[in-house]
């Protein structure tokens, strides 16, 4: 079985990350959301509320992909691939601007596990979309409609 890990803060899952995992799933049998639980970031979300977002959010797009899991992860991604019997990492990369971050995490974990990662390149539509700018912009009122999937506008509106 071919099975890829898509691994983020997912705070909260935006239309770009959900572009990315539901393109993964057509490439892969099954394609495992890990929301990583890192007690120094302040999230505005807490893990089970971003997963449940991710959850609703698959379950809601018109690709209808049944062969995406959402899972909490901690400690190392490479952990997380041996204990979930995943290959692969794949990584949606909006620009060169995240290309070098990307590329040192992606060698570093061939290092430790051998475990690949495939990069997908962005939708243009969301290449210029963050978790951190749209809960900036909602925080100020600004209308991030079409940004974030309809559960987490609903969600956004609420808490900001
Ligand atoms: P983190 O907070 O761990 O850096 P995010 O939750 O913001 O991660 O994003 C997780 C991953 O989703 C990123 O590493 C990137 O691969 C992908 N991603 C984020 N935003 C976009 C976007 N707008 N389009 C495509 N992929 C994205």
């Known amino acids: 079985m071919r099975r890829a890990v898509c691994p983020g803060s997912f705070d909260p899952v935006t ?16 394609v495992v959301v890990a929301v990583g639980i890192n007690k120094n970031k302040n999230t505005l979300f807490t893990v089970d509320e971003r997963m449940d977002l991710i959850r609703q959010a698959v379950r809601d797009h018109p690709a209808g992909a049944t062969n995406v899991a ?5 400690g190392l991604l490479v952990d997380f691939c041996r204990s979930h ?15 070098d971050y990307e590329l040192q995490m ?23 979309l963050s978790s951190s700018l749209v809960k900036e912009v909602a ?3 600004g209308d991030v409609s079409g940004l974030v999937p ?11």
């Not at 959402?70 to 901690?74: A, D, L, M």
């Not at 430790?112 to 290449?127: C, D, H, I, K, R």
């Open 139 to 141: 925080k100020y009122g």
């Open 15 to 30: 239309n770009g990350h959900l572009d990315i995992i539901v393109r993964a799933s057509k490439l892969f049998d099954e």
């Open 150 to 160: 309809d559960v987490v506008l609903k969600q956004l509106r609420e808490r900001l």
């Open 106 to 128: 992606a060698q570093m974990n061939t290092r430790l596990a051998g475990v690949e990662t495939l990069f997908m390149s962005t939708n243009p539509q969301y290449a210029f």
């Open 85 to 99: 019997g995943i290959q692969s990492i794949v990584k949606g990369l909006r620009a060169v601007s995240d290309f």
């Open 70 to 74: 959402v899972e909490p992860s901690h």
